[in-house]
């Protein structure tokens, strides 16, 4: 096994920990996570783990950005710039939790939704080109992406249009936070393991792209 697959593990392995010992404290402490392990906590276990990921995965751009020498090896500058600083402000936004001081506006949806749509279309020949050069790594981060958005906004579509409205019928007698803490757990683990698989795959992007320059 290689270092990346090893730490990949690792680290999805501690995601799973996190996210169980979460929700196992909101059951035993009658819905009130231990705090330390509060996924929706400022500064917390799981919230620094993210905002470390989302940290590398703006910090890796911003130094090939930095360090960019050919214009002939995608993706382009402009493409790492504005990764960068995509993920760079995600992970301000999980440390001091901007999100949750927007929420009541959704503009903090309105942000991400806004870059990830509109990433794609106008870097598009990027994409293809990173594609055709690295398409393991290329695998790995839109999987990453889409476990991303299914954990951050799939679920959170579930609990808005089908938990709440029809609670009694899907769950009977069961409090509502001892479903919503499962809900949650798999949001946050959705999140945070998009997170990792994105990080392998920007790290073996930035690996075979240091390899062409340095050719």
Not at 52 to 81: D, E, H, I, K, M
Not at 138 to 163: D, W
Not at 165 to 184: A, E, H
Request: glycine fraction near 6%; charged fraction near 15%; charge should be positive.
């Amino acid at each position: 096994m290689s270092f990346q697959k090893l730490w990949l593990s690792l680290v999805i392995g501690l995601e799973v920990i996190l996210v169980a010992t979460y929700a196992v404290s909101v059951h035993l402490n009658g819905g009130k996570p231990f705090p330390a392990f509060d996924v929706n906590g400022l500064r917390t276990i799981p919230s620094m783990l993210q905002a470390t990921q989302l940290f590398l995965l703006g910090a890796l751009p911003l130094w090939l950005c930095v360090t960019y020498q050919n214009p002939q090896v995608p993706p382009s500058r402009l493409l790492l710039a504005i990764a960068s600083l995509f993920f760079l402000y995600a992970a301000f936004d999980e440390t001091f939790k901007l999100n949750q001081i927007f929420k009541q506006h959704h503009l903090w949806r309105l942000i991400y939704i806004t870059l990830g749509i509109s990433m794609p279309i106008l870097f598009r020949r990027d994409f293809v080109r990173l594609w055709r050069m690295h398409p393991k790594a290329s695998k790995l981060m839109i999987i990453g992406i889409v476990v991303f958005v299914t954990g951050a906004f799939g679920l959170e579509v579930f609990r808005a249009y089908v938990q709440q409205p029809y609670w009694y019928q899907l769950f009977g007698r069961w409090k509502f936070y001892q479903v919503d803490s499962i809900r949650t757990a798999i949001e946050e683990f959705g999140e945070m393991c998009g997170e990792s698989l994105m990080l392998a795959g920007m790290t073996r992007m930035a690996q075979k792209r240091l390899e062409k320059i340095s050719s």
